[in-house]
């Protein structure tokens, strides 16, 4: 193997591997990505690098609030890493955006300096949804522990919403206003969601602040999309293949990607539009589509797949009683419930997604997607339960799901294997208080109104709940056709 990816071997690489179309050292930094996680770097990194062909000073400098390891593994490599594209028609392209990632506990200073240059005009977040703080009205957590922190320490913020409102204090004292803020995490309505935390807690702070925030600063809502596995060894040998030099952290990706993004800045953007990025003044149905079809299935498949031993999404989208079960919520209560007239095809979409289920080239695990239910189960699949309530469509089956995911945490508590969710700690205390009565755990999983809301408090919703645990507790590969035909 010929040394490592970096701005040397770049020159050197396959003819194959597309690589950034513009001179990297000529162009300048322009965005602060908080959250350079693989789906960043899988999505908006990649339309941003392509965008710089048409111009423009938008170099990304990544800011990871935890973890120090992509910082220094990326700072090996002058910031390059691969995305390898596994699809029918698989490539690998090259990806030069960062201009360097920088990590809470060592670059404080440094990173501030980011988000208060004048050149900076873009401020994007990929965090998951916890890293919002919010509660379950979609409202900012005042008792979050790391709000309560930062509201304390200003100056010193661990929490992404925390850190934006310092930045933008000290814009504010220069009357630097010329930043959106773009959220590009699976929330509904994220970009008016993160607006609100940061006012909310820009008020708590100082009051003439949350005004100039709310009147001067945009933050879009955006719907993103594209499947981006966790990268794994596998992975790192392919690229190394593919490249002739080792990448020490590449990407992978499906051949689809999709970002839609409110027309809503307050300074300028990249040439976002001219490499597929739909504006658009209306995200809301781009955004419930996806959030309720795709995300709201991937969820169904993780939970029901991991109950019945598959590992992949292949694998359960090829399970025929899954199949068909993810069909009927699709057409009887998913799809009824979203308002997309005239924007789009709902059916052909759900069917694209099913194929891109069906992908056989990415290896898409159930355990990933099963992270941190409390905070992507009120997304994807309460609030399409809520809109059939209210509407008097059913909601039946959107309570497998939920049911699917009290026996995950169940399974999890009995197989001792780790549970990933903010509230771990509370769900495996039930799973274990109540190991040899499941009825109760889904009762006590189900009064959690941090995760249900009003929900905890309607009896047809946590019965259906219920019934289902009790059928799919039964659940194996020889009945599923039965229990989830019914
Ligand atoms: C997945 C998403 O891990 C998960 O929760 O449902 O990451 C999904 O792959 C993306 O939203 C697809 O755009």
């Given at each position: 193997?010929?040394?490592?990816l970096n701005?040397?071997?770049?020159?050197q690489?396959?003819?194959?591997?597309?690589?950034?179309?513009y001179q990297?050292q000529e162009r300048?930094?322009?965005?602060?990505?908080?959250g350079?996680g693989?789906?960043?770097?899988?999505?908006q990194?990649?339309?941003?690098d392509?965008?710089?062909?048409?111009g423009?000073?938008?170099?990304?400098?990544?800011?990871?609030?935890?973890?120090?390891t992509?910082k220094?593994?990326?700072a090996?490599?002058?910031n390059l890493?691969s995305?390898?594209?596994?699809?029918n028609e698989p490539?690998?392209?090259?990806?030069?955006?960062f201009?360097?990632v920088?990590v809470?506990?060592e670059?404080r200073?440094?990173?501030?300096?980011?988000?208060?240059?004048?050149d900076?005009?873009?401020?994007?977040?990929t965090i998951t949804?916890?890293?919002?703080?919010?509660n379950?009205?979609?409202?900012?957590d005042?008792?979050?522990p790391?709000?309560m922190?930062?509201l304390?320490n200003?100056?010193?913020p661990?929490s992404?919403?925390?850190?934006?409102?310092?930045a933008?204090k000290?814009?504010?004292e220069q009357?630097?206003?010329?930043i959106t803020?773009?959220?590009?995490?699976n929330?509904a309505d994220?970009?008016?969601k993160?607006?609100?935390a940061?006012?909310?807690f820009?008020?708590k702070?100082?009051p003439g602040l949350a005004e100039?925030?709310?009147?001067?600063i945009?933050?879009?809502?955006?719907?993103?999309?594209s499947?981006?596995?966790?990268t794994?060894e596998?992975l790192?040998?392919l690229?190394?293949d593919?490249?002739g030099?080792e990448d020490?952290w590449p990407?992978?990706r499906?051949?689809f990607t999709?970002?839609?993004?409110e027309?809503s800045?307050?300074g300028?953007?990249?040439a976002?539009?001219?490499?597929?990025?739909?504006?658009?003044d209306?995200v809301?149905a781009f955004e419930n589509a996806?959030l309720?079809?795709?995300n709201?299935?991937?969820?169904?498949?993780a939970?029901?797949?991991?109950?019945l031993?598959?590992?992949?999404?292949?694998e359960?989208?090829?399970?025929?009683a899954?199949a068909?079960?993810?069909?009927?919520?699709?057409?009887?209560?998913?799809?009824?419930?979203?308002?997309?007239?005239g924007v789009m095809?709902?059916p052909?979409?759900?069917?694209d997604?099913?194929n891109?289920?069906?992908?056989?080239?990415?290896?898409?695990?159930?355990a990933?997607i099963?992270?941190?239910g409390s905070?992507?189960l009120?997304f994807?699949?309460?609030?399409?339960?809520?809109d059939?309530?209210?509407?008097?469509?059913?909601?039946?089956?959107?309570?497998?799901?939920?049911?699917?995911?009290?026996l995950f945490?169940?399974?999890?508590a009995?197989?001792?294997e780790q549970?990933?969710d903010?509230l771990?700690?509370?769900?495996?205390g039930?799973?274990?208080?109540?190991?040899?009565d499941?009825?109760?755990l889904?009762?006590?999983?189900?009064?959690?109104p941090?995760?249900f809301?009003?929900l905890?408090a309607?009896?047809w919703?946590?019965?259906?709940?219920?019934?289902?645990?009790?059928?799919?507790s039964g659940?194996?590969?020889d009945?599923?056709g039965?229990?989830?035909g019914?």
């Amino acid at each position: 193997m010929a040394g490592k990816l970096n701005n040397s071997t770049l020159t050197q690489l396959p003819a194959a591997v597309k690589v950034p179309a513009y001179q990297r050292q000529e162009r300048s930094r322009g965005i602060v990505h908080i959250g350079p996680g693989a789906f960043h770097r899988a999505h908006q990194a990649v339309y941003t690098d392509m965008a710089m062909a048409f111009g423009g000073n938008w170099r990304i400098t990544g800011v990871s609030m935890r973890s120090a390891t992509l910082k220094h593994k990326m700072a090996e490599q002058d910031n390059l890493y691969s995305l390898v594209v596994l699809d029918n028609e698989p490539y690998v392209q090259v990806i030069g955006a960062f201009d360097s990632v920088l990590v809470l506990s060592e670059d404080r200073e440094a990173i501030m300096a980011a988000l208060t240059d004048t050149d900076t005009h873009i401020i994007s977040l990929t965090i998951t949804e916890k890293g919002y703080c919010l509660n379950s009205n979609g409202e900012l957590d005042t008792s979050h522990p790391d709000i309560m922190h930062d509201l304390a320490n200003p100056d010193e913020p661990v929490s992404a919403i925390g850190l934006i409102v310092s930045a933008l204090k000290h814009r504010f004292e220069q009357q630097l206003s010329d930043i959106t803020v773009i959220s590009c995490d699976n929330l509904a309505d994220n970009g008016k969601k993160l607006g609100k935390a940061v006012t909310q807690f820009a008020q708590k702070l100082q009051p003439g602040l949350a005004e100039w925030v709310t009147e001067n600063i945009c933050f879009p809502c955006t719907m993103v999309d594209s499947i981006t596995p966790a990268t794994d060894e596998a992975l790192i040998a392919l690229a190394a293949d593919k490249l002739g030099v080792e990448d020490a952290w590449p990407i992978q990706r499906e051949g689809f990607t999709q970002w839609v993004v409110e027309d809503s800045f307050s300074g300028p953007r990249p040439a976002w539009d001219k490499v597929g990025v739909t504006f658009t003044d209306d995200v809301a149905a781009f955004e419930n589509a996806k959030l309720r079809i795709l995300n709201g299935t991937h969820s169904t498949l993780a939970y029901t797949g991991i109950l019945l031993g598959k590992e992949t999404v292949f694998e359960a989208i090829s399970d025929s009683a899954l199949a068909s079960f993810i069909r009927r919520l699709l057409s009887e209560e998913i799809i009824p419930s979203i308002n997309a007239e005239g924007v789009m095809d709902l059916p052909a979409y759900a069917e694209d997604i099913l194929n891109r289920y069906k992908n056989r080239h990415i290896r898409h695990l159930l355990a990933q997607i099963a992270w941190d239910g409390s905070q992507k189960l009120p997304f994807r699949v309460l609030n399409t339960v809520r809109d059939n309530l209210k509407s008097g469509h059913q909601a039946k089956l959107l309570c497998v799901p939920i049911a699917a995911w009290i026996l995950f945490i169940a399974k999890r508590a009995r197989d001792e294997e780790q549970l990933v969710d903010p509230l771990a700690d509370t769900l495996s205390g039930l799973a274990q208080q109540h190991q040899q009565d499941i009825q109760a755990l889904a009762s006590a999983v189900l009064n959690l109104p941090q995760v249900f809301a009003e929900l905890s408090a309607n009896k047809w919703f946590k019965d259906t709940v219920l019934s289902y645990v009790e059928v799919l507790s039964g659940l194996t590969q020889d009945n599923a056709g039965t229990v989830l035909g019914e």
